[in-house]
């Protein structure tokens, strides 16, 4: 484990850069660490309320099935059991991420389309009584034939997953992006390649298991704590699905034990709870089992991408043909982000003058997938790294080298017309391979390899209508600073970022600014944790509701000492003028308060990236972000030719994430991503049964997350570049790092064996039958 | 059938007595009954370590054992580690400045297994520290930061 | 998920323990560390109305271990407690080892021994929730008519997945069967079935109570490995434990146990005479390819992976070899 290295690729050296900030750029411990380390940081599991009921979901054991009917009189008549509800309870109002994409149901009506499906909730006055009740529940099925995979789902005459004119053949959304054109781009090129691969499904697989406490009061107030990424979307779906309007609904995110995705949409907890609280008029509480929080909310999609890339002789990529399929499962979820994902990152981090990608998004009879770390681009990054290195070879060049010569730069005249205000992709190319020792370890053989992997990713999506974040800032008479922010920090240290940027820009202590988020009662609109935008979008916010109240503070404090108030600044806790201190904050605060202006005293902030109206998704060319995060990860890797085993030596990540706010959080986020990533490309795998489309690895023993001892070396290269888009500079950090890490290591196992291997995950299996394949040719050959 | 039972559990140094079913884990009485909510139920399945307590100084599973075989024994959650007057226990505040702590579930368990490490082995190599945490999964941190902070806390 | 009610006993000596699971028979199960017992009874397996606690009794935790004298082990001392002594750790290696590679260090410290041996057996339609389960028909496992990893099947291919197992059977330990009715004495290898649902010789009431290891292991080499997908918590999906003694020079004889690639430990007989009258000093990186290539041979016959874990049947298969290779090396080369 290596310690970051700051190196400055702005105009300006870092030093510099740094030189006037108080805390932006330390390493300051997080705000929560403190709590979360004596165990006093409350997670939604946590809460106890008075009177509380505990419920548990039904689920079915079919993968596709018309629901006959439903008894639930044995179960009502239970001890203890105080509600049960099922499909017909509910109003048949569909809900889901994207408006023209909702499929789904709080729970299911007249049909289940996978194993594990929400059938019935069951409320009761402890876990065992409700747990005993599902049991009592007879549900009669009806059997229907199923698919599992999407080479079967888009077959003429496959079974409907979901009825209904809007889908053909099982394909829910297609996309198709063009810019310049391929055919005449094919037709100049020198050399032209076509390769398919394949990518497995992934879980989050965050600590904490997904729960819900629902509280309905007699005023008609529904208070929902949830762990959720996106407390304002959740209120917004449970709202249009119970029926009732937003402002009844509040939802309270507590601590939230990691999410990377899976905890964005609604689930039957949230809306099962919150039906049943409103029913009983008592507090109802679900917790997700781990089987549950593994194979019944969302996952990775597995994915088939076909490439067909037209180089020049000198290695320049002239037109490219993507092909992409993702398998859905059972409900759309994110379906048109994903594919749109994929595809605005082919576009980076290479220039490709010629482009067409058609997307699927097909449903299967599996669970379904959803937003995780990457979206999308970690499947598409897999197969176009993976073919770089491929055409290298076939033109004869280096891997670095043709990645430098297509590599975008800032201010690059994009074809899809993508804006890259910042961009470090060139330098973390070259830091990356330094740092792994390319020219001395590439091409060595002996079943030792380096490889690279490069991409970037947006710091938040724009490009989807209206995502904005709100922020309020409040001084209070003791100089004391509390930030009112939408955020929702699920562990990646939103909360903390948010007060060191406030703490900065009105120039007060760190140690003096109090975070409240993520409650929708009392903080602004925020559109939550997804994307990677919580940083620049809420942070902005934080800075300008910052921003906004300094200027307050100094209009009244040279009214005080005369001058002009935009000569005066705050730092460290004093009012400055013309570089002398002139008084200390609280002397200030004092005046304000004195001067008979509006108490409380409050900055506003809202930060919206620019987005066009109506959704531009699926259609215009443009730009999806307002900044990129850019990076390279370098891969040192060792096979044993007899079991097939790999050894991960090293991984460097050179990081473009803009100016790192915490640099010690920024190598945290890069540093679990990584794993996150290694875990996918060597046993992470939910192993779907072909029988009935079950996942078969529903548990930690079975699921096999990375351990301490799974850990490789890591260094983290900081690149700095100062972005004119987001607070201070900062870009998103929080899930480029884990969308390259698969071609890093596959690039080099193929360095390290001689031979390639296209579909993850790479198992020892896959490995000895790719060198016995290479060696049975290499006797053909002879 | 299953009577319900009065037993005292002895947990960070006080006795508490409750009513408990024998089939109740200990986890489920530290979390339900007795209100050590800082013990994490990460799996319920004995496979990610964050329910670790120490039971007579050994690192244990709390939601593979029964409350009713934790009578008589000592046990310390992740409450009863920091002083009481509130000042961290060196590992606590180790993890703190090292930026050990994302998402925060897996920290109690971490550390106390990193406690129960430390125990037997002051001054462990790399290699030890990642066995002695190797029974605890982390999905946010990719490990770096942990180690980091346990070598910290090791070296004094 | 919660445990199902049970009744639960702590006896204090093993004949009032021994008494309890006589009166008890039929639904009782004898419940020591609790890390693969209560677990799976979470899920609905291993059904019991009656728990019987050993760790209480003094006699069942006891561990006697000197250089050169028999080794006696209680079923309820733990693994860790075992393994971790100093006169383990550096002379019955593969028992150090294979201690070591249980689970994580919490599931070594809480489980015992008795616990590692008595093991269910694991396989992936049977280790899973009741509403997993129910999306398929029972197996034999689960009181059905089939065998769901192994179609047409006569019996259940559930693996035993047990690590300290085959170090002990290199090693000829026996292990103390009690019940009220009285107590024998059988060797570690035959108290196994081979059956994934039967798989050990235990009688209703009976408990295994006291592992014999034999003062000649004192003087064997030994090894254990295990293959697995991470370093840590998994399961073996292979395993080999190896033991050989020598005098002057030359190999005397030698055991070679495998694990997780049947439904029982594979004892596998013919390993013996392979590495008899061999060369200690021969054994260089060639010869011992060779000789793992002769072992896994003989091994062949026993080995019965089935499609019931995370790699598969003919990988695991082929890793017998390869294992053993990696054993041989720990105990000539590496040391």
């Keep these: 484990m290596q310690r970051g290295k700051v190196t400055g690729v702005t105009d300006k050296p870092s030093e510099e850069i740094m030189e006037g900030y108080s805390v932006i750029g330390k390493s300051v411990p997080r705000t929560d660490a403190w709590d979360k380390v004596i165990g006093r940081a409350v997670y939604t599991e946590d809460i106890k309320l008075p009177n509380m009921l505990y419920g548990k979901i039904l689920r079915s054991p079919h993968a596709h099935a018309r629901i006959v009917s439903i008894n639930t009189e044995k179960a009502e008549k239970l001890p203890g059991v105080k509600m049960v509800m099922t499909g017909k309870d509910i109003l048949p109002v569909k809900y889901g991420i994207v408006p023209f994409a909702q499929d789904e149901y709080g729970l299911a009506i007249d049909k289940v389309r996978y194993v594990g499906d929400d059938v019935a909730a069951v409320a009761a006055v402890d876990e065992a009584t409700a747990a005993e009740a599902l049991e009592l529940i007879e549900v009669v099925y009806e059997p229907l034939p199923a698919v599992f995979t999407v080479e079967d789902a888009m077959k003429d005459g496959a079974p409907e997953i979901h009825e209904g004119p809007k889908v053909k053949n099982n394909v829910s959304i297609q996309y198709r992006k063009e810019f310049g054109s391929i055919d005449k781009g094919f037709e100049e090129s020198f050399h032209i390649r076509e390769d398919v691969f394949k990518t497995h499904g992934q879980y989050h697989a965050p600590l904490e298991p997904h729960a819900a406490i629902a509280m309905y009061e007699p005023s008609g107030k529904l208070t929902l704590w949830s762990s959720t990424q996106i407390p304002f979307f959740l209120r917004h779906n449970l709202a249009s699905t119970l029926g009732i309007t937003e402002d009844r609904v509040r939802v309270i995110k507590p601590v939230v034990g990691g999410g990377f995705g899976v905890k964005i949409d609604m689930f039957s907890k949230d809306f099962c709870a919150a039906f049943m609280s409103m029913k009983t008029g008592r507090p109802v509480k679900m917790v997700y089992d781990r089987e549950e929080a593994l194979t019944c909310v969302r996952g990775r999609h597995p994915s088939i991408v076909k490439v067909r890339t037209g180089v020049a002789k000198d290695g320049r990529i002239i037109s490219q043909y993507i092909d992409l399929t993702v398998d859905g499962g059972a409900y759309n979820s994110t379906a048109p982000l994903i594919i749109t994902l994929s595809g605005y990152f082919a576009m980076i981090p290479y220039n490709i003058p010629n482009l067409v990608l058609d997307a699927k998004h097909v449903y299967t009879n599996k669970y379904a997938n959803g937003a995780m770390r990457g979206h999308g681009a970690p499947q598409m990054r897999f197969a176009v790294e993976s073919q770089m290195d491929i055409l290298a070879a076939d033109l004869g060049m280096d891997a670095l080298e043709i990645r430098r010569i297509n590599a975008l730069e800032a201010g690059c005249d994009h074809p899809a017309k993508m804006i890259l205000r910042s961009c470090g992709f060139k330098e973390s190319l070259d830091l990356a391979a330094n740092a792994i020792g390319w020219k001395e370890k590439r091409g060595k053989g002996n079943f030792r390899g380096v490889g690279l992997g490069g991409s970037g990713w947006a710091s938040g999506v724009n490009n989807m209508s209206h995502i904005g974040g709100g922020a309020v800032v409040k001084l209070e008479k003791t100089g004391g600073v509390t930030v009112l922010t939408g955020a929702a920090d699920i562990g990646q240290g939103a909360e903390s970022v948010i007060a060191q940027i406030v703490a900065e820009e009105l120039g007060v202590s760190f140690a003096k600014v109090r975070v409240i988020a993520a409650d929708t009662d009392v903080c602004p609109l925020d559109s939550g944790t997804f994307g990677s935008g919580v940083t620049v979008r809420s942070g902005k916010a934080a800075q300008l509701a910052a921003r906004d109240i300094k200027k307050q503070i100094l209009t009244v404090v040279a009214k005080n000492i005369g001058g002009d108030p935009e000569h005066l600044t705050i730092k460290d806790d004093y009012i400055w003028q013309n570089g002398q201190k002139k008084m200390d904050i609280n002397k200030a605060v004092k005046l304000v308060q004195y001067a008979d202006i509006q108490v409380p005293m409050i900055g506003r902030g809202y930060y919206q990236l620019p987005a066009k109206e109506p959704t531009t998704l699926l259609r215009d060319n443009g730009d999806i972000s307002g900044s990129y995060s850019f990076g390279t990860q370098a891969a040192e890797v060792e096979v044993d030719p007899k079991s097939g085993r790999v050894k991960i030596i090293k991984i460097v990540t050179a990081d473009d994430a803009g100016r790192a706010l915490n640099p010690d959080q920024v190598e945290g986020q890069v540093e679990g991503a990584v794993m996150t990533g290694l875990g996918h490309t060597l046993f992470e795998d939910p192993d779907f049964d072909m029988t009935n489309g079950q996942a078969r690895s529903t548990s930690f023993t079975d699921y096999k997350l990375p351990t301490a001892l799974d850990a490789p070396d890591q260094e983290v290269i900081h690149i700095e570049t100062d972005d004119p888009v987001g607070p201070f500079g900062a870009k998103e950090c929080g899930e480029g790092a884990t969308i390259y890490t698969a071609p890093a290591i596959v690039n080099a196992i193929t360095d390290a064996i001689g031979v390639r291997i296209n579909d993850l995950p790479i198992t020892p299996e896959k490995i000895l039958r790719a060198l016995e394949e290479k060696n049975n040719k290499g006797r053909k050959e002879a | 059938m299953a009577t319900k039972q009065i037993i005292v559990l002895n947990v960070n140094g006080d006795d508490h007595e409750i009513l408990v079913k024998p089939q109740q884990t200990l986890l489920e009485v530290l979390r339900e009954t007795l209100g050590f909510t800082g013990t994490k139920q990460g799996c319920n399945e004995g496979s990610c370590g964050a329910c670790t307590v120490l039971v007579n100084n050994k690192p244990t599973l709390a939601c593979s054992t029964l409350a009713v075989a934790a009578v008589g024994k000592e046990i310390m959650t992740i409450e009863g580690l920091a002083g009481q007057d509130g000042t961290l226990h060196p590992i606590q505040k180790s993890f703190v400045e090292n930026g050990a702590i994302q998402c925060g579930f897996c920290t109690p368990g971490m550390v106390m297994s990193t406690k129960s490490l430390l125990d037997r082995n002051p001054n462990p190599s790399e290699e030890e520290i990642k066995e002695g945490l190797s029974g605890n999964l982390c999905r946010c941190t990719g490990y770096a930061k942990i180690i980091k902070a346990v070598k910290a806390v090791a070296a004094g | ?335």
């Excluded at chain 3, 309820?76 to 100093?86: F, G, K, M, S």
């Excluded at chain 3, 006169?87 to 015992?112: F, P, R, S």
């Excluded at chain 3, 069967?177 to 108290?191: K, P, T, V, Y």
């Excluded at chain 3, 054994?283 to 002769?294: F, N, P």
């Design chain 3, 1 to 335: 998920m919660t445990l199902p009610a049970f009744e639960y006993h702590r006896p204090s000596t093993l004949s009032e323990g021994l008494k309890l699971l006589k009166n008890n028979a039929g639904k009782t199960r004898p419940l020591a560390g609790g890390t693969d017992l209560l677990n799976n009874m979470k899920v609905g397996l291993n059904p019991a109305e009656v728990l019987v606690d050993l760790t209480g009794i003094e006699s069942l935790s006891s561990i006697e271990c000197a250089v050169n004298q028999p080794v006696k082990v209680g079923a309820a001392a733990t693994i860790w407690d075992l393994v971790q002594r100093a006169e383990v750790k550096e002379n019955l290696t593969a028992l150090y080892q294979a201690g070591c590679g249980v689970g994580a260090i919490q599931l070594q410290q809480m489980g015992t021994v008795g616990g590692n041996l008595c093991q269910d057996t694991r396989c992936w339609f049977y280790n899973q929730t009741k509403h997993w389960r129910r999306a398929r028909p029972l197996c034999y496992k689960t009181g059905g008519d089939q065998c769901l990893a192994m179609k047409k099947s006569e019996r259940c291919h559930a693996a035993f997945c047990s690590d300290v197992a085959p170090a002990l059977i290199a090693y000829d330990a026996t292990v103390k069967l009690s019940s009220a009715d009285g107590e024998r004495e059988i060797s570690l290898a035959d108290f196994y079935t081979r059956d994934g649902k039967t798989y050990n010789v235990l009688q209703a009431g009976e408990i295994l109570s006291e592992i014999t290891v034999p003062a000649g292991a004192w003087q064997t080499k030994s090894a254990y490995v295990k293959l697995r997908s991470r370093k840590s918590i998994d399961f073996p999906q292979a395993g080999v434990a190896i033991a050989v003694t020598e005098e002057g020079g030359k190999l005397t004889g030698g055991k070679l146990v495998l694990t997780a690639l049947g439904s029982g430990p594979m004892d596998i007989k013919g390993a013996g005479n392979l590495f008899k009258g061999l060369s200690v000093d021969s054994l260089d990186v060639e010869k011992i390819s060779s000789l793992a290539r002769e072992c896994a041979a003989a091994a062949a016959n026993d080995v019965l992976p089935v499609a019931n874990m995370t790699w598969r049947p003919a990988y695991r298969r082929r890793m017998v070899e390869i294992l053993i290779e990696e054993s041989l090396k720990k105990i000539f080369i590496n040391k």
